[in-house]
């Protein structure tokens, strides 16, 4: 009796079902017919719409310009993001796009900062730049993309634009099967996403423009400077200023209560895509489609299997294993209330005992904890004791603290903070402390300060079974709860470092984020996404990546995950109900499997975009996909 292996690519293995069938081979045709039976001289078309954040004028004109043959189109619309264009699909377009009105206007739900004396961009004489009010920044709309049959969104954004003059493919940054301003064959989830990844990109150009206005240094680089520092010379001192800001937009639209509804829902998946694309490594030029009607998808798909030997089972309960440990890490409560602990201790001693208090240099005992303080030559702090039954140790300098009741009082320096219970501890070697208040803090606003801070350093995580060696990005709210009582919100969260047990040393990024910033209960409810880079036999290159809950990193019968394999990206959705189990596998450029089970019988189809290149069939016992050459390739 022939057996087709249970095991689908990589973690699949509990998904679909073995099957059984004859002893005769399937039907196969060794000569297929180019195009696998299709015409290779019909002209696919592809149908492209478009996203343009509202941080300028969406009226414009778009210039669309064939890279190899250089024919030219414009459009003008009185709205981008109603105009849709239809064009040859696998051909790669560069789009560019100038607005009717160059304008662009404050991107931030808290506004812009102060207005000069009688300045025009103060429309409501408030003093402040309130969001929607227009700024000083340029910004420039271009990308380069390579539309797929059938239905395309293109989305605008400055990052974009940096990837366009050298037609870079993101794909291998963000581990989707398009550049992540691209999408094809997508759910209403992942265009939400891509939409808030876009705004994000161009929320931190303006607010990063904005920042550095008035700057002192002698040069200012640009972005696309600070681009080319952080790709060709390795060098993020300037290109982390870009990244902060984009989790800056990020922890503000978790914290709007109109806008947090639909971001927390996808929280995990846009900080996992957004981020990793922003960590430079080397990328190909973008090249247009030589064969449409081809089987390369099908071929990664099986590579899959062969690369870590599912049908032997070699490597199935490693890859299990190495994911439970990363897993019981993170449900660890214990681990993750630490970083909540350490963050709010430098918030409770800097309220309690600081300027703001007019406290004199000297000890002080506050909530458990221990103070020396002292005031020359900076703000110093020294401290041990306990805090939500963890011991606390603290040694921080600020060197900075801005008081204003308009902007807020500032507080920013360094230091060295860890934290401790049971057998799990947490130290921090913290080189930015960034605490800023909505208005000034008093003697008499202490209990009720509230404002957002970040914190950024190395950090040692250790548990019984792990030691997770990591940098640290943190974005933690202060905020007033409808009980009148300061709540603490984790807005995010990155560890990105090496992660430790006797098992395995594998390097591992983690997101987090609070699902429900509004419940303003003592339960941390954190979602995550993951980004592992394992290092298995005959997969040297293999990366993982995958949003879920703290309990589900290991349970594949419903999940959303990437992985590069061979320099080659895949992006699976995995859904079971009862004995029903449906599986869509996503390729470069647009192509597309979807393989749906029910018992031993497999149907669904083979598509470049919407056209269908053959039929997911079992023959004889054996699923595969049919062409219309008659050849059959087996999907196992």
């Avoid at 004109?61 to 981008?80: A, M, R």
Wanted: overall charge negative.
């Amino acid at each position: 009796m022939r057996r087709i292996n249970r095991l689908l690519p990589f973690f699949l293995a509990a998904t679909l079902a073995a099957c059984g069938g004859s002893s005769d081979p399937a039907p196969t045709v060794d000569n297929s017919e180019p195009g696998l039976g299709h015409d290779v001289s019909q002209s696919l078309e592809a149908s492209v719409t478009f996203y343009l954040p509202n941080f300028t004028a969406t009226a414009g004109t778009l210039s669309i310009t064939q890279i190899d043959s250089s024919e030219k189109q414009e459009f003008t619309s009185d709205d981008l993001n109603k105009l849709a264009v239809n064009l040859d699909a696998g051909s790669v377009y560069r789009f560019d796009f100038t607005p009717a009105n160059l304008q662009v206007f404050c991107p931030r739900i808290l506004g812009c900062g102060r207005a000069q004396l009688n300045d025009p961009n103060d429309l409501n004489d408030n003093d402040e730049i309130d969001y929607g009010e227009p700024v000083a920044a340029n910004l420039t709309y271009s990308l380069v993309a390579k539309p797929s049959a059938g239905q395309n969104k293109l989305l605008f954004s400055s990052y974009a634009t940096l990837l366009s003059d050298d037609r870079l493919d993101s794909t291998v940054l963000s581990l989707t099967n398009t550049p992540i301003y691209h999408l094809a064959h997508t759910s209403i989830n992942q265009s939400v996403q891509a939409e808030f990844t876009a705004k994000a990109y161009t929320y931190a150009d303006i607010m990063r423009q904005l920042n550095l206005q008035g700057s002192k240094d002698e040069e200012v680089l640009s972005l696309a400077e600070a681009f080319d520092l952080a790709y060709t010379n390795n060098d993020y001192t300037l290109w982390q200023t870009y990244i902060n800001e984009v989790n800056q937009y990020f922890m503000e639209v978790s914290l709007d209560e109109k806008e947090s509804a639909l971001f927390t829902g996808v929280a995990g998946n846009v900080l996992l895509m957004a981020n990793e694309a922003l960590q430079l490594q080397e990328m190909d030029t973008l090249k247009g489609t030589e064969t449409v009607f081809n089987n390369d998808l099908l071929n990664h798909f099986r590579d899959s299997l062969g690369v870590i030997r599912l049908q032997e089972e070699k490597y199935s309960d490693e890859v299990k294993l190495k994911l439970s440990e990363i897993e019981r890490l993170v449900m660890n409560e214990t681990a993750q209330q630490s970083f909540l602990v350490l963050t709010e201790a430098i918030y409770d001693v800097v309220d309690n005992v600081s300027p703001a208090h007019d406290s004199a240099p000297g000890t002080y005992r506050i909530k458990g904890l221990d103070i020396v303080y002292s005031t020359e030559p900076s703000f110093h702090w020294r401290v041990t004791g306990l805090s939500r039954d963890f011991e606390v140790e603290m040694d921080v300098t600020m060197p900075e603290w801005r008081q204003s009741p308009t902007l807020g009082d500032r507080i920013s320096g360094s230091g060295s903070v860890s934290v401790r219970k049971g057998d799990v501890s947490l130290s921090a070697d913290l080189s930015d402390i960034f605490l800023l208040f909505d208005g000034s803090i008093d003697a008499d606003s202490l209990e009720t300060a509230t404002g957002t801070s970040r914190f950024a350093g190395e950090v040692t995580l250790k548990t019984a079974e792990s030691e997770t060696k990591a940098d640290m990005r943190a974005r933690l709210n202060r905020v007033l709860s409808p009980s009148n009582t300061v709540e603490s919100v984790i807005a995010n969260l990155r560890l990105r470092g090496d992660f430790e047990t006797e098992n395995q040393v594998t390097p591992v990024t983690l997101y987090a984020a609070e699902k429900t910033p509004f419940e303003f209960d003592t339960e941390l409810d954190l979602t995550f996404g993951l980004h592992v880079d394992f290092t298995l036999k005959g997969a040297a290159d293999f990366q993982l990546q995958l949003a879920a809950e703290p309990d589900s990193f290991t349970d594949l019968t419903s999940a959303d995950l990437a992985y590069l394999l061979g320099g080659r990206v895949m992006q699976m959705e995995v859904r079971r109900s009862g004995s029903n189990n449906n599986i869509v596998a996503k390729g470069k450029d647009g192509y597309w499997l979807d393989i749906k089970q029910k018992g031993r019988n497999f149907t669904g189809g083979y598509y470049y975009g919407d056209q269908q290149i053959g039929d997911v069939k079992t023959v004889r016992g054996i699923p595969g996909v049919l062409f219309p050459d008659g050849s059959f390739e087996s999907l196992f």
